[in-house]
């Protein structure tokens, strides 16, 4: 990076994620251009110091470092080929992308971007929202070593894992494996609720003893509570998860590797989200049980042929 120690950012993207983690890079001192196509997204940040920008290619053009946090690859791929990364950012400089997004598409920015001298990094996040709040996400780095090493100060600021995982790609490949863990192990502790109610057991009592044992897991000691409560709120959304999914599902299409439970447990988030769950929190997986096991009839109908 240039002699300056804060070099020139950009940030596109400021959306739950992105306001967050572009906050604290202003805050730490960074001069940091903003843009969204929410211009009140932008504006907020602007009231935090952030450089507000009308457009990708004004945001870009004198940027050393590019981050986005967008909602999925083709929104990545618009700011890359449509609006301006390409084109307007200096050479040399480094676009980072921490959306959660497709494997392969990330592959072809990068090397399109190589072309013109730009190095692209794939930093996807773990941690959601409060992951991001307190600065604490932990994010997984594809592609080139050198990049990596010139950008490592600047994603320390956003989070406190921060782990250099390979080619391009890699960090995608590594967050969308950690999803399909994250999806089947609510899978399952759906199934363990769902079974434990029919059978009339404490669903406190049951979640405290698995938790202490081998079945004990994140989901189960975070969204456990939340299922028995019957508390849907966000949380990381259904909807961000099924699209997380069908990502999983589309680089095991093309690498010919078989997932049944990814398969099966994606069906259940498609029928989540098509009972209006959609931007209610994973734990809302636990509604497509309620549904299996007559638990949504209303008192009245249950029983009624
Ligand atoms: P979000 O929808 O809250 O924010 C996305 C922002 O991008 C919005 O402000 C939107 O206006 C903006 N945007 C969309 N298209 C744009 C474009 N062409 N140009 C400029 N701005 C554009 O999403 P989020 O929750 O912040 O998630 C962002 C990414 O991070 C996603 O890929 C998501 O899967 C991933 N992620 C989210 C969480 C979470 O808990 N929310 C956790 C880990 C990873």
Redo the contacts with the bound molecule.
């Keep these: 990076m240039s002699s300056n120690t804060f070099p020139k950012l950009a940030f596109?993207?400021?959306?739950?994620?992105?306001r967050e983690m572009a906050g604290h890079l202003i805050a730490a001192g960074y001069p940091v251009r903003v843009?969204?196509?929410?211009s009140d997204?932008v504006k907020s940040l602007a009231e935090k110091g952030g450089i507000a920008s009308s457009s990708?290619a004004e945001a870009v053009a004198d940027a050393e470092i590019t981050i986005s946090?967008?909602?999925?690859t083709p929104?990545v791929e618009?700011?890359v080929y449509r609006?301006g990364v390409l084109k307007h950012m200096p050479r040399g400089g480094i676009f980072i992308d921490?959306?959660?997004?497709s494997p392969e598409a990330t592959r072809s920015m990068a090397d399109h971007l190589s072309e013109k001298s730009i190095s692209m990094l794939d930093g996807?996040?773990?941690?959601?929202?409060i992951g991001a709040k307190n600065a604490a996400l932990s994010i997984m780095v594809g592609g080139e070593r050198s990049a990596f090493d010139r950008a490592e100060t600047v994603l320390k600021v956003m989070g406190t894992t921060i782990t250099y995982v390979g080619a391009p790609g890699a960090g995608q490949t590594v967050k969308l494996c950690n999803q399909l863990v994250c999806a089947v192990n609510i899978q399952a502790v759906c199934e363990a609720l769902a079974l434990g109610r029919a059978s009339g057991v404490d669903l406190e009592q049951m979640r405290d003893v698995l938790l202490g044992g081998s079945a004990s897991s994140w989901m189960l000691e975070k969204l456990g509570p939340a299922m028995i409560a019957g508390d849907a709120s966000a949380?990381?959304?259904i909807d961000?998860m099924l699209?997380?999914l069908r990502l999983v599902l589309e680089m095991a299409g093309q690498k010919d590797v078989p997932l049944p439970a990814t398969s099966l447990v994606t069906s259940q988030y498609v029928e989540a989200r098509a009972h209006g769950e959609g931007s209610n929190g994973n734990q809302a997986l636990f509604k497509v049980y309620d549904r299996m096991t007559g638990q949504d009839v209303p008192v009245a109908m249950a029983g009624h042929p």
């Design positions: 596109i993207g400021l959306g739950v994620m992105g843009f969204d196509i929410s997204a990708v946090m967008l909602p999925n929104q618009d700011v609006d921490m959306s959660t997004i996807p996040v773990s941690g959601g929202p949380g990381f959304r961000l699209k997380d």
